[in-house]
């Protein structure tokens, strides 16, 4: 069954790689969306795909790039996007 969520990701998540990182496991797991940074620091994902893949991506979003620090994570259910047909970096 396919899923989507909205994913905002706080803590030392901007200047460490984590939309590159976040667009690497996107991509191996067959997600689709986009990740950006927001202007209050965080990082704002938009993920959709099959529930497992999107549960994996969270556990990997979770950890963080090595020269992160994640300290929340919030989610929220949305509707899915018929028109996604990849997984992009926006600002």
């Known amino acids: 069954m396919k899923i989507a969520y909205k994913i905002i990701v706080q803590g030392k998540v901007q200047g460490v790689g984590y939309r590159w990182f976040t ?3 996107a991509q191996q797991l067959n997600i689709k969306g986009y990740v950006k940074n927001l202007d209050n620091g965080d990082v704002e994902i ?17 950890k ?11 989610i929220l259910d949305v509707d899915i996007d018929h028109n996604l047909n990849q997984f992009k970096v926006t600002h």
Do not use: K, W, Y
């Open 23 to 25: 667009l690497q496991i």
């Open 46 to 62: 938009f993920a959709q795909g099959d529930e497992a893949s999107i549960h994996e991506m969270l556990v990997q979003l979770r």
């Open 64 to 74: 963080g790039p090595s020269f992160s620090n994640v300290t929340n994570i919030a």
